[in-house]
């Protein structure tokens, strides 16, 4: 017959006992599964599937905001009929904050690929010479930067702005008293930037046509101070 335990060991041995037999909270009990952590209920499919990720938000109202769209060009009605410019002369003036709206056709021929070139203008040769053209006169004070823009969607026209402050339009035998010549050749119009410095500079605007080209056009002027 076996001898009871002393008091002490029993009371180890039910502890023991109870522990090993009583049961597990499902909650938090875990098992390695190779390197991850398996949680109770759980398969270990699930454990390794990565977090998935948040959906977008919707737009108030449920709806994406609309794309904004690019600011449009300045309006120009190719299909209206506009006074003919000056033959050889300066149609109009031109303001700073000002636009005017206008058109090389029924306009003459005063420059042409020679000038433009040996004016330094541009060194591209476009035909201009077949183009009629529209001169406007702009005046830049002292200390102001100009810009000068074209808006041409009815025909490809160019921009040049000659310094000149002698009378009539400069000719082809005058084009070494050009002091400066800028032009714009890009599609669709252009835009010059025109600085006086320390005493005012007048700029003729020619609007002319690449091989020829006429149409409806319009001319802006911005200035602000230079420094």
């Known amino acids: 017959m076996a001898r009871p335990l002393p008091p002490a060991l029993a009371a180890l041995a039910l502890a023991s006992l109870a522990c090993s037999t009583g049961p597990k909270n499902p909650k938090y009990s875990e098992e390695i599964v190779g390197r991850e952590v398996v949680h109770a209920g759980q ?20 709806a994406a905001p609309p794309a904004t769209e690019p600011a449009s060009s300045a309006q120009v009605d190719c299909d209206a009929t506009l ?28 420059f042409g690929d020679d000038f433009y070139q040996r004016a330094f203008c541009s060194p591209a040769r476009q035909h201009y010479d077949d183009a009629p053209e529209a001169v406007y006169r702009l005046e830049v004070p002292a200390n102001t930067q100009a810009t000068v823009e074209l808006h041409s ?3 490809d026209l160019d921009l040049a702005a000659v310094a000149w402050s002698l009378d009539g339009l400069p000719t082809l035998a005058q084009v070494g008293r050009v002091r400066e010549c800028e032009m714009a050749t890009g599609s669709g119009g252009g835009k010059l930037t025109l600085t006086a410095v320390d005493r005012a500079q007048v700029f003729l605007l020619v609007v002319d046509g690449k ?11 911005t200035c602000g101070t230079y420094r």
Request: glycine fraction near 16%.
């Open 43 to 62: 398969t270990a499919a699930e454990a390794n599937q990565a977090p998935s990720a948040p959906e977008a938000s919707a737009a108030p109202g449920g």
């Open 153 to 155: 969607p009815c025909a």
């Open 83 to 110: 006074p003919a410019p000056a033959a050889g002369a300066v149609t109009d003036t031109l303001q700073c904050g000002g636009s005017i709206t206008g058109t090389t056709e029924g306009g003459t021929n005063s």
């Open 211 to 221: 091989q020829g080209d006429a149409g409806n056009f319009r001319l802006e002027a």
